[in-house]
């Protein structure tokens, strides 16, 4: 019941994380950070749809940028910053990266298929349209 009372997610003051728990997140976030790394080397690749690149960058940029945060949080925790290291931080992450993955999920599900479609069209109405030298 501790997780669910107010004044364990927003006092000012920072606690100590168990061990145990600061490893997980310190895995969690560099795992992140690793995997929008790869994201970053994919998404440069020319071998694949610009449109599902735009969604590689996205995601990469997503991931370096909440891993570099998450690391940062566990950091000021672990050294008891005051304000920095308190535990609402945690879910401020926990929204902003809800956000901003729904919002790459919605690129990647609305806005690709009808790019992909219009660009498909364009290409079919071109292709007996006459060339200019």
Known sequence: MLLLSW???FSLQARELMP???LAMIAAFAALFVLGVIASILAKKKSGSMLWAEGG???AS?????GLLGLLLVFFTHELVYFFGARFWYLVWLVIALWWLVAIVRYLIAVVPKQSAAFA???RIEKWLPKGK
């Open 7 to 9: 004044s364990y997610w």
């Open 20 to 22: 145990a728990a600061k």
């Open 57 to 59: 960058k996205r995601f």
């Open 62 to 66: 997503f991931g370096i940028k909440m």
């Open 121 to 123: 069209e364009k290409a």
